[in-house]
């Protein structure tokens, strides 16, 4: 069972930047694409970007295009999320997910992802 665990979120300033970290201890990490997703109070979740198994491919959506970095440090075991120029409309709370290429789209839908961390809030707030 693939476990991750975000973090690096907190309150910032409009403008401002965090990165989150989404690390897993599983020697097949570099296997699994993974993706970032948030979710607002009251909204549904959104996927934000994702990153394939390799970190050849990623995909943002429009709304943080230009503003948000996904890369991934295989080393490690972990994806980050840079997040820069920060607005109040990118409060939510972040998780990050794994999803099994094999078989799966590219990018791959919200339900080809099988493990999910606990998230990380982040609040852009003055």
């Known amino acids: 069972q693939l476990q991750l665990v975000e973090s690096g979120g907190g309150l910032v300033q409009p403008g401002g930047s965090l990165r989150l970290s989404c690390t897993a201890s599983?020697?097949?990490?570099?296997?699994?694409?993974i993706g970032w997703f948030r979710q607002a109070p009251g909204k549904e979740r959104e996927g934000v970007s994702c990153i394939s198994s390799l970190g050849i491919s990623t995909v943002y959506a429009d709304s943080v295009k230009g503003r948000f970095t996904i890369s991934r440090d295989n080393a490690k075991n972990t994806v980050y999320l840079q997040m820069n120029s920060l607005k109040p409309e990118d409060t939510a709370v972040y998780y990050c997910?794994?999803?099994?290429?094999?078989?799966?789209?590219?990018?791959?839908?919200?339900?080809?992802?099988?493990?999910w961390g606990q998230g990380t809030q982040v609040t852009v707030s003055s």
């Open positions: 997910a794994a999803s099994d290429p094999y078989g799966s789209s590219w990018p791959p839908r919200e339900d080809e992802y099988e493990y």
């Open positions: 599983e020697f097949t990490w570099d296997y699994y694409a």
